[in-house]
């Protein structure tokens, strides 16, 4: 049974979220998938989908990380931007949402540069166990509880997946072939 549900999810539900990319998925657990896109620039995908339409997305490059939030019934209009409010470990913190495509929100916990440390930032405690994250919506989608205590088993595959990011001829600053000196 666990097969079958993986091989759903991975033939029916991910795909739709990819915006046209081909993703290779190296691993899956407990609603958690890691992917691959080798489009350029190449970047990472770690992927929760309740298996119900909603989905949580990370996808990081070399230089950029995006959070992304979809839902198969939402009908989001073009230039549209709204508030999420995150209720986690950090407590509780009204973020900008924008328009990324109509399904999809791209959550931007602050500006630019900032905002890709604070997703790493969850991405890394959520990877050294955190509890889970409720995002609170300003329309009336209901609440959701995007499961971050369930990421620690996703985490080498995910590292790997970040490793082939960097070019063969550089050393990745998350491989175990860093040195002190």
């Known amino acids: 049974m666990k097969t079958f549900s ?6 029916l539900l991910i795909p739709a979220v990819a915006q046209g990319s081909e993703t290779e998925w ?9 992917g691959f896109v080798d489009e350029k620039p190449s970047y990472c995908r770690l992927v929760w989908n309740d298996e119900l339409g909603k989905t949580a997305e990370f ?5 950029s990380v995006m959070w992304l939030v979809s839902k198969d019934g939402w009908d989001i209009p073009k230039g549209t931007a709204t508030k999420v409010t995150l ?4 407590g509780t913190k009204a973020v900008p949402a924008e328009f ?9 916990p602050a500006s630019d540069k900032t905002a890709v440390a604070q997703i790493k930032k969850i991405l890394k405690n959520s990877f050294i166990g955190t509890p889970d994250m409720e995002l609170d919506f300003a329309g009336n989608e209901g609440s959701w509880v995007v499961p971050l205590s369930r990421l620690q088993q ?3 595959t ?24």
């Open 59 to 63: 996808r990081q490059s070399l230089d």
């Open 100 to 108: 990324f495509d109509s399904k999809t929100l791209r959550i931007l």
């Open 87 to 90: 209720v986690g470990y950090s």
């Open 6 to 11: 993986a091989l759903l999810l991975a033939a």
């Open 158 to 181: 995910y590292v790997n997946c970040l490793n082939r990011l960097v070019p063969a001829n550089q050393i990745s600053p998350v491989s175990d072939k860093t040195q002190p000196f």
């Open 154 to 156: 996703m985490y080498t």
């Open 26 to 34: 190296m691993g899956d657990a407990r609603q958690w998938s890691v």
